[in-house]
């Protein structure tokens, strides 16, 4: 047994004293466990509670990947189980498209013509799909979505779907960099990820996958590779980047396979994709490379370095002086979107970038921070002063000019940063916010405790009670709910196919 359940189960008797009740309830955390260690080897626990009427335990990460299991009481010995690992998700939007892992399988929803849903057709889909080709029979443990590309872990091993510019799916080969024999073509169903010949990452057993604008990142063994487009130093390995360090840069450099990271031996516990930078947690301190900005204010690597030439292609380490939120805090979870990243120490989160729309959270209008500055609380923001933020979430990819920021807290969600499309989710359009607001807790989500939400562009998606939930912008059918009107509040998404 290991120490996650053990820690899970031995939770569950706090407060207890009918021993016949304990028993019962043993048994079935044993079983929800077990079934979710098979599932996801590399899950890590942490607990929220709230008074003595609720208390959730949630396991997140793989990225992406949210695992909740909830109980509610009405008495230290009126026990009643509610969700039991059943129908547990994890939850990603990229760019117009969405995904969703549900016992063991992927389904997607949304627009698909480079191949992004991975059914096999580059038809768009109002409703979630299921994703077939090297994924059949499989046991998915883990998904990203990214900017037209999605990728899921099954069985150890990566494979990734849709648009493969710059040789993002990583299924090239070894042939070098650049032309078109190194890889591109787009892929309408899932293939596996290089891990032959020169392929870094080889045959290691993969824990965590992300997808981001134009490249892919994932953990194998606790070290860290890229693959995909690295004109802005995004993959991190070194290699000399675009010389005009502009943006897009030449999809003359790029990786079409695994490349291993700077610096990355044993050590990388989480990796996270922006648009075209990178973000890491390894010995709990932040470490971020690639495309530090592109408007010359830089910020998105946090390293208290601006302007036009501030991209770096190795990993540098997240400000950690006096002046950052992040000072003399352990590192639990880390973001990186469309401008901005991202970060939750001890609890509190913060965010660091050129802050385009408010994507920072920090009250401060488009004011960019080259280092991590606390995400506001209390007072004009939604989110309560002292309230334990358990996930952060940025847009990974926008080609509109909205940036958005969510996170999680109390079994709420709240998000800030651009609106247009109401992807705020608070029942409001049109009008950004430079702090954290609460995503409507009410209709579909009266009563329900979110446990992971997922920015798109511009829409989101959250998880809660085991069930789906967006909002935002819908015109390839993002939102998952059949059809393709806009919403600017939660709406559940059309899941007959549980």
């Not at 003399?328 to 990186?336: F, N, P, Q």
């Not at 970038?353 to 995400?375: C, R």
């Not at 409001?428 to 995503?439: M, N, Q």
Request: charged fraction near 10%.
């Amino acid at each position: 047994m290991t120490n996650n359940v053990r820690s899970l189960t031995n939770r569950f008797f706090d407060g207890f004293s009918n021993h016949l009740t304990g028993m019962l309830l043993v048994a079935m955390v044993l079983l929800g466990v077990f079934t979710v260690s098979v599932y996801s080897a590399n899950l890590a626990e942490n607990s929220t509670s709230s008074m003595d009427t609720k208390n959730t335990y949630s396991s997140v990460k793989s990225f992406g990947a949210a695992y909740t299991v909830t109980r509610t009481y009405t008495s230290k010995n009126n026990v009643i189980i509610n969700n039991l690992w059943k129908s547990t998700h994890a939850i990603g939007g990229g760019l117009e498209h969405a995904c969703a892992l549900s016992n063991g399988k992927v389904f997607c929803w949304g627009r698909s013509n480079v191949g992004q849903l991975g059914n096999g057709t580059t038809s768009n889909s109002s409703s979630p799909v299921l994703v077939g080709g090297a994924l059949a029979g499989k046991e998915v443990t883990g998904i990203t979505v990214g900017g037209g590309h999605s990728c899921a872990i099954a069985g150890g091993r990566a494979y990734c779907w849709g648009n493969n510019s710059s040789g993002r799916l990583g299924n090239g080969p070894n042939n070098g960099t650049g032309g078109a024999s190194s890889g591109t073509t787009n892929q309408l169903s899932p293939v596996a990820v290089n891990t032959s010949g020169s392929s870094a990452m080889g045959t290691k057993t993969v824990t965590a996958i992300a997808a981001g604008g134009y490249h892919t990142c994932a953990i194998a063994d606790s070290t860290a590779y890229c693959w995909g487009r690295a004109g802005e130093g995004q993959i991190g390995n070194g290699s000399p980047a675009d010389p005009n360090q502009g943006q897009p840069a030449s999809d003359a450099y790029y990786q079409p396979y695994p490349t291993l990271v700077n610096g990355s031996t044993a050590i990388t516990t989480d990796i996270v994709t922006g648009s075209s930078h990178t973000c890491a947690i390894a010995n709990s301190l932040a470490y971020c490379w690639g495309g530090s900005s592109n408007t010359c204010q830089g910020g998105r690597l946090g390293n208290n370095v601006g302007g036009c030439s501030s991209n770096v292609n190795a990993p540098v380490a997240v400000n950690t002086g006096a002046s950052s939120a992040l000072a003399g805090k352990v590192v639990t979870s880390i973001a990186a979107g469309s401008s901005q990243s991202c970060a939750i120490a001890d609890g509190r989160a913060s965010c660091w970038g050129p802050n385009l729309a408010g994507e920072n959270g920090t009250g401060s209008p488009k004011v960019s921070s080259l280092i991590p500055s606390f995400v506001m609380t209390g007072g004009s923001s939604a989110l309560p002063a002292g309230a334990i933020v358990y996930s952060i979430t940025t847009g990974v990819y926008t080609s509109t000019g909205q940036y958005q920021t969510c996170a999680t807290a109390e079994g709420k969600a709240y998000c800030w940063g651009s609106n247009t499309y109401g992807q705020l989710g608070n029942g409001t359009t049109g009008t950004a916010s430079l702090y954290p607001v609460a995503v409507s807790s009410e209709g579909v989500l009266s009563g329900k405790y979110v446990s992971f939400v997922s920015p798109g562009s511009p829409f989101a998606c959250a998880v809660a009670n085991g069930r789906t939930y967006c909002w935002g912008l819908n015109n390839y059918g993002q939102l998952g709910i059949g059809t393709t009107t806009d919403s600017n509040i939660p709406i559940r998404i059309n899941d007959s196919y549980y």
